[in-house]
């Protein structure tokens, strides 16, 4: 398993491992390559995308960091980061997430980051559970929506 940067080649890749996620949890979400694109690879707020790619080459999970703007979506303060992480169910518990939060983490503080922000749904306990190990904590809860905070 390796990480390397997100272009514009991995965003059919990436539309793969959201739709697999789909197809495990029932919670739908844009997929299609171009709200990837727009969404991760060329929002001019990313700080860094990263794509976990296994030995054969395929896209197993990629983790987003964008900087928080003045009216983001989630209400995070401006300035600090913003997490997403979409890891496929063929590749859980192997350590993908964690592999990918050390380059998130290292990107984060190279770009003077304090603070990341992670927003996750109250009904994920995967999700909850992989943001606690990786040193957030809640900071905010609102309406099924759990909000985590990492201190750099
Ligand atoms: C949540 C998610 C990112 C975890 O990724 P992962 O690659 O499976 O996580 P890792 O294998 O690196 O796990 C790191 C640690 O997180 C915790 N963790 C991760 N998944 C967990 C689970 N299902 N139950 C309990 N703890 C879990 C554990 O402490 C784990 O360490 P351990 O395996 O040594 O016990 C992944 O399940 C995912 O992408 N889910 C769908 C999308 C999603 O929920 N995104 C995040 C919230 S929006």
């Known amino acids: 398993m390796e990480t390397r940067a997100a272009s514009a080649q991995d965003a059919e890749g990436m539309g793969q491992v959201i739709r697999e996620i789909i197809e495990h949890t029932g919670r739908q979400r844009p997929n ?3 709200i990837v ?15 976990a790619v296994d030995g054969s080459g395929n896209i197993v999970g990629f983790q987003s960091l964008k900087k928080a703007v003045a009216g ?3 209400d995070t303060p401006e300035g600090w980061g913003i997490i997403g992480t979409h890891i496929s169910p063929t590749a859980h518990r ?16 190279q770009a003077g980051l304090k603070k990341i922000d ?13 943001y606690d190990a990786m040193g957030f904590r809640t900071y905010r ?9 990492c201190d750099l």
């Open 32 to 34: 299609d390559v171009d």
């Open 37 to 51: 694109m727009g969404r991760y690879i060329a929002d001019p707020t990313s700080i860094r995308c990263t794509v």
């Open 72 to 74: 983001n979506p989630y």
């Open 94 to 109: 192997q350590g993908v997430g964690k592999l990918l939060f050390s380059t998130t983490r290292e990107a984060a503080c």
């Open 118 to 130: 992670a927003y996750i749904g109250a009904d994920n306990p995967s999700g909850l559970k992989y």
């Open 141 to 149: 809860t609102s309406d099924g929506i759990v909000q985590k905070v």
